[in-house]
């Protein structure tokens, strides 16, 4: 009967996430067991592709194969391995299986087998029972039987995916094919907004366009950046990451364009720039903003001419960079008020992409939620770490004003406390919402609403926010936004950039330009 219904599915065309997660949907029921999953082989990891009764967040996971001695047992393997409910090796899924409810998994049966696709080890296939003893002999033996049409379904998912990417490259307005990928940060997210984005960034990718990212801070912009580089025919070449923030006025335009021997005072010999160094490659210019005026002049001669100037050389240098520069602030309104050149704003934004905040991401924030519980139980040497009922929903509704990098801190804080409660590293800890403290900022928006809002609401006093110039209705903005959240924070100065989502050292130099130190 399983035969026949996966036979059925491959001789149907049918998107790669549907036709696997329908094969262990009928996985799951054709054996009547609690819990299905297909994860693929990534360097040192295994990473779920479609699970079937395992918790939502088990799909944004990726375990390390040699902390897992079952997942490297099966993987090793070219048939089906059987775990006896007495086995004492650790299960990666203890505290997933959906079926359990409150408590810690009891003894369970479970077995797997590798996916072997051209002869390589593509990846593996687990089923997990809560009832010992589920898999008999018979089902081993089905589950054998079954392995070349797992093979054959995960082969047929991958040529549907070739065949597209063929059509993208036939479909793109240059001669060139895009260089291998190297291997990176994954991004995580199954939602309607990351798909988009992440379509968006694979058509640019294939052209040679300045990219501008936008989005609040913490949406991971830079993992961003490394996706257009990596889909990007310049993806074996070097790839450098500038934090415009971070680079003192004094020493931008050395660090960015180089400097030649005796340029300045302790300039003992030439010296490359950022921008040199990445020939070939890309240039990553993060928060861009802030680059000061003057340098902003020679970035754009960069972009117009392809070449650097060297501080202290007489002679410009041809560089063949692609740049990609990220942003939180509105340009646009710094193109207004004078503090951002136009014509360099018009020549970052050729392509610009709007990165979505969490919260408009929908349930990508347990598929996230998920991958940070597995890096801090790994990290923390704990047995399971899961999120119980209340944790999920309290995760889904908060607004999450810091983004991707507040629920990262979130999970590790939590694990941390729940570990100095006690709570043995033997045992399946469970972060709840009490644990996580998501409590919100006095004035920040539920999640689904706009933030933006609020941002001409009167003050205490009942004068509006609002009042004079642009650039001063947004200073007025910003340091009300700060005080209050100093209010929220007790004064400390620390918690309140972890609460904004910004660091700590460029929190400081903006409160001391509104004059709030």
Not at 34 to 46: I, K, M, N, P, S
Not at 192 to 209: F, G, K, N, T, W
Request: with cysteine; glycine share 10%; proline share 6%.
């Amino acid at each position: 009967m399983i035969d026949r219904m996966l036979l059925t599915d491959l001789t149907v065309s049918l998107p790669r996430a549907v036709r696997l997660q329908r094969l262990v949907s009928q996985l799951k029921l054709a054996f009547a067991c609690d819990a299905v999953a297909l994860l693929q082989h990534d360097g040192e990891t295994l990473r779920a592709v479609a699970a079937e009764g395992l918790a939502r967040d088990a799909l944004g996971r990726a375990f390390v194969v040699g902390q897992h001695p079952r997942l490297s047992t099966i993987l090793l393997s070219r048939e089906v391995v059987h775990f006896e409910p007495g086995s004492t090796l650790p299960d990666p899924y203890d505290g997933l299986v959906d079926a359990m409810v409150g408590a810690p998994l009891p003894v369970h049966d479970c077995m797997g087998a590798p996916v072997v696709v051209d002869g390589r080890c593509w990846g593996v296939l687990t089923l997990d029972a809560l009832t010992p003893g589920r898999f008999d002999a018979a089902a081993r033996q089905a589950l054998q039987q079954c392995q070349p049409l797992v093979a054959a379904a995960v082969r047929m998912g991958l040529l549907e995916q070739e065949v597209q990417a063929l059509q993208r490259a036939h479909a793109m307005p240059r001669d060139d094919a895009p260089g291998v990928a190297a291997q990176g940060p994954t991004l995580i997210g199954r939602s309607p907004a990351m798909q988009r984005v992440l379509h968006e960034i694979d058509v640019v990718a294939q052209s040679d366009l300045p990219v501008l990212l936008t989005g609040e801070t913490g949406v991971g912009k830079d993992l961003f950046a490394r996706r257009v580089h990596e889909r990007s025919a310049r993806a074996k070449g070097p790839m450098v990451h500038v934090n415009c923030a971070a680079l003192p006025e004094s020493l931008a335009e050395s660090e960015l364009f180089g400097h030649v021997r005796g340029a300045f005072s302790g300039a003992t010999s030439d010296r490359p720039g950022r921008i040199e160094a990445a020939r070939g490659g890309t240039v990553f210019l993060d928060e861009v903003g802030e680059l000061p005026l003057s340098i902003q002049a020679k970035l754009l001669r960069t972009l117009q001419n392809g070449e650097v100037q060297r501080l202290g050389a007489d002679k410009p240098i041809k560089v063949d960079v692609r740049v990609v520069a990220a942003t939180n602030r509105g340009l646009r309104d710094a193109v207004a008020t004078g503090t951002f050149r136009a014509d360099l704003y018009h020549r970052l934004s050729v392509y610009p992409v709007e990165v979505p905040p969490l919260r408009d991401r929908g349930d990508d924030v347990l598929l996230l939620a998920g991958h940070f519980l597995e890096v801090n139980r790994a990290r923390l040497g704990l047995r399971s770490l899961r999120l119980d009922a209340g944790g999920e929903a309290a995760l889904l509704r908060y607004a999450w004003p810091g983004n991707v990098r507040e629920l990262e801190h979130v999970i590790g804080r939590a694990a941390l406390k729940l570990l100095s409660r006690g709570v043995s590293r033997a045992d399946i800890a469970t972060l709840s919402a009490e644990l996580m403290d998501l409590s919100a900022l006095p004035g920040d928006v539920p999640r689904g609403q706009d933030r933006r809002a609020d941002a001409v609401q009167p003050d205490a006093g009942g004068e509006p926010i609002g009042a004079g110039t642009l650039r001063e209705q947004v200073d007025q903005v910003q340091r009300h936004i700060i005080e209050r959240c100093l209010r929220a924070s007790e004064g400390n100065w620390a918690v309140a950039a972890r609460r904004l989502g910004v660091d700590p050292s460029n929190l400081h130099k903006l409160a001391h330009r509104l004059g709030l130190k």
